[in-house]
């Protein structure tokens, strides 16, 4: 247990630079008076290991020094090749990049990890597009992914719901969701994210930004969802549903599957208050649910879904 913290507090400095005495307790999850006696412990084992005195302190290595052991366990390099994502690859141009790769990867493990390791990409599978759905185009992925290296400023024209402008965006990141590709980017003076297949334009200016210093892509895009989905639902709808209906109604989205259900009544029907965008969106929606649903309230609901019937019982007739 201790070599492999040892490893990791290595592996931190040497990726980083310099790390304070608490980032490197909190990354390997022990106390900072830990992390000063493992210090201790690499330094009497030859790794060149000094302190920063000061405010902005922290440890370091001793510059150009780096170690060739990649401390790679057996179950990490399994991950290190289900973590290969073939489909992003190919779309970023990266495909023949991260197979050259996972070679390389494979020839430095030893003998007896090396077809353990290959067969987990062999056997697991990641398909992140949604059934029955193509997957989203993304014609300027490459000009915004070569933008995002390079911290370079981008000229495009985007189509949004309501209009068509032309933006100047820093590219901070890249996120693929359900077959989606997003760019998260600053632009006059706010971060925000655009859809790729709604990127009509894309033209590199050759001028560079610099990055926010504590800029977390992850946990941007974590906040964001949830901020889209607080500002999307802004009413309420009580329906009553069988156990069939509520199956597919916890499947329309996030926000309904968290929806508490009520105890079943004599019938076996469940009363279920869920959030809604808006009135016909929400009718839209039921619809999928056939008469496995009977929206309580609001009325205006109830005789929209009402009025919606009547035009599909009409068109059949």
Known sequence: ????????????????????????????????????????????????????????????LLDGWRTKLTGLTEEEAQAMFLA?????????????????????????????????????????????IGWYQPPASADHLS??????????????????????SDRRISPLGLVIK??????????DGSTRTFRLSSVLAARPTGEHFRR????????????AILEFERSRYTATATVLV???????????????AAAAAGEPDDT?????????????????????LGVEVEVVEPAELRSHLHELAAQIVARHR
């Open 1 to 60: 247990m201790r070599a492999s913290r040892l490893l990791s507090i290595l592996m931190l400095l040497q990726a980083r630079g310099q790390v304070s005495a608490v980032e490197l307790a909190e990354h390997v999850e022990v106390s900072v008076r830990t992390v000063y006696r493992d210090i201790e412990q690499l330094s009497a084992a030859g790794v060149p290991v000094y302190a920063e005195r000061g405010r902005n302190g922290g440890f370091r």
């Open 84 to 128: 290969g994502l073939s489909g992003p690859a190919e779309q970023l141009g990266l495909g023949d990049a991260l197979a050259l790769a996972q070679r390389k990867l494979a020839a430095a493990l030893p003998a007896g990890w090396q077809s353990d390791a290959m067969r987990v990409s062999s056997r697991v599978h990641l398909d992140p």
């Open 143 to 164: 000009i915004i992914a070569a933008a995002v290296w390079a911290d370079e400023t981008v000229d495009i024209r985007y189509e949004s719901w309501t209009s068509t």
């Open 178 to 187: 359900a077959g989606t590709w997003y760019v998260v980017a600053e632009t």
């Open 212 to 223: 926010p210093a504590k800029f977390d892509l992850a946990a941007h895009w974590a906040s």
């Open 242 to 256: 069988s156990d069939s209906g509520l199956d597919a109604l916890r499947r329309l989205s996030t926000a309904t």
């Open 268 to 288: 076996g029907w469940r009363r279920v208050t869920i959030p809604i965008e808006s009135v016909p969106h929400a009718a839209g929606q039921l619809l999928q």
